[in-house]
């Protein structure tokens, strides 16, 4: 941690100006809680200062990065070759936490290209750590299995949701895919459990229908360059300490007891290109310290409550989007689905729940009637819903550019 302030104080010209503005002796930095008197780094910081967090020659970077835009304009982020030594490193380590190791094939379901991180990171982590890989992308169920059936590969790396694409186009042309070679599946952007480390109902589902593979969650986020992965005991997402901080931020800024929800905010370790310091993550999550029955020292994170930001108050009730989710991804009659979120006339949110019905459900008056039961049942409160074609259902969940699928749309 020391190495790395020096090193921003040197060669940053945000956090340059910062230490002075802030009239901080990047020296005296010297101890985790010491972190504490040095202020947060935003969002809207990377998007209004970018270049200015680059602590290298432009020559010197070797690939070109962007976040996804979740929470706005996508932000650039240069690696060097040394940063990518590190991605590889950190993939590997969260790939053996979950169980991989040399002999295995990966599939992976997600893109390699469009200036996405991730998918390029998993594609290093694996070939360090000797295993196989298999780069088909994501989407197109049928392809997937064409290289399933071809190439027997032994785990699958993609969003949790679209395991279920996968096992209905399976059933509709009768592939035995509970004998399939596959093994484990490794989840990326969306979580698999609850607080008490249960399979949510997406998990649940998934389990339901496959009970033969193993399943893990990820969570990870291009600013922390880092992945907290499950292990076999699914207790939480481990931690690799040697390259990242992570406090966890109550209400009032400060850091809450271990154990309790707050915000995660992260301090990069080991970073050369763009190196971030108290970047808020916005994302709501807990750490727990005690030791895992894995036999790993490592703090853990909780799987994620929701994103701050993403906060709603419906009808007097506050809830995150991954609770809506739940119902949604639990309920039989539901194809795909989009939630909107948006500014009501009194000043609250106002939720709708645009949905499409699978091939020979129900009718629509009835399927409102019941999914509205099914929200009362779980969450107390009812969004709006409409029903649309699947189609369109589809477009807006994958639109051309997006390299993770939008299920969730913020209009406050």
């Keep these: ?90 993939e590997h380590k969260s790939f053996a936490c979950a169980g991989l190791h040399k002999g295995d094939i990966l599939q992976l379901m997600t893109t390699i290209d469009k200036r996405f991180m991730a998918g390029l990171a998993y594609w290093m982590g694996i070939r360090r750590m000797g295993a196989s890989i298999i780069r088909v992308g994501n989407g197109i169920p049928e392809l997937q299995w064409d290289t399933i059936q071809r190439l027997h590969p032994t785990a699958i790396m993609c969003v ?14 009768q592939i035995d895919y509970r004998h399939s070679s596959i093994r484990k599946i490794i989840g990326i952007g969306e979580g698999l459990r609850d607080q008490q480390f249960r399979l949510n109902l997406l998990g649940q589902r998934i389990h339901d229908k496959w009970p033969e593979v193993e399943l893990y969650a990820t969570y990870s986020s291009t600013e922390m360059s880092a992945t907290f992965s499950e292990c076999e005991h699914a207790c939480g997402g481990h931690v690799h300490p040697e390259l990242i901080i992570v406090e966890i931020i109550g209400e009032d800024n400060l850091p809450v007891p271990d154990g309790e929800p707050g915000e995660i905010v992260i301090t990069t370790l080991g970073v050369e290109g763009m190196p971030l310091l108290r970047f808020r993550t916005g994302d709501i999550a807990a750490k727990i310290t005690e030791q895992c029955a894995c036999g790993r020292n490592s703090y853990r994170l909780t799987p994620l409550i929701g994103r701050k930001n993403n906060m709603i108050k419906l009808k007097g009730t506050t809830i995150y989007p991954p609770a809506i989710n739940d119902v949604l991804d639990n309920t039989p ?80």
């Excluded at 070109?64 to 650039?76: E, F, H, K, Q, R």
């Excluded at 189609?391 to 997006?402: E, H, R, T, Y």
């Design 333 to 412: 009659f539901v194809g795909n689905y989009v939630v909107v979120v948006r500014p009501s006339d009194t000043g609250t949110d106002e939720v709708i729940v645009r949905i499409s019905l699978r091939e020979g459900a129900m009718q629509p008056d009835e399927a409102v009637k019941q999914l509205k039961d099914h929200f009362r049942s779980r969450l107390r409160v009812t969004p709006l819903i409409e029903i649309l074609p699947a189609d369109v259902i589809q477009q807006i969940n994958f639109p051309a550019k997006s390299r993770k699928p939008v299920k969730f749309i913020d209009e406050r």
């Design 1 to 90: 941690m020391r190495k790395q302030i020096a090193y921003l104080a040197d060669r940053s010209p945000y956090y340059q100006r910062l230490f002075a503005e802030q009239q901080i002796e990047p020296s005296s930095i010297r101890t985790i809680e010491d972190l504490q008197r040095l202020p947060f780094t935003e969002k809207a910081d990377l998007q209004r200062f970018n270049d200015d967090f680059l602590c290298v020659p432009r020559e010197d970077i070797i690939d070109y990065i962007t976040t996804s835009g979740t929470l706005g304009d996508p932000v650039l982020f240069g690696c060097t070759e040394g940063d990518l030594q590190r991605l590889a490193y950190n």
């Design 160 to 173: 949790p949701s679209f395991i279920l694409r996968l096992i209905e186009y399976a059933e509709q042309h």
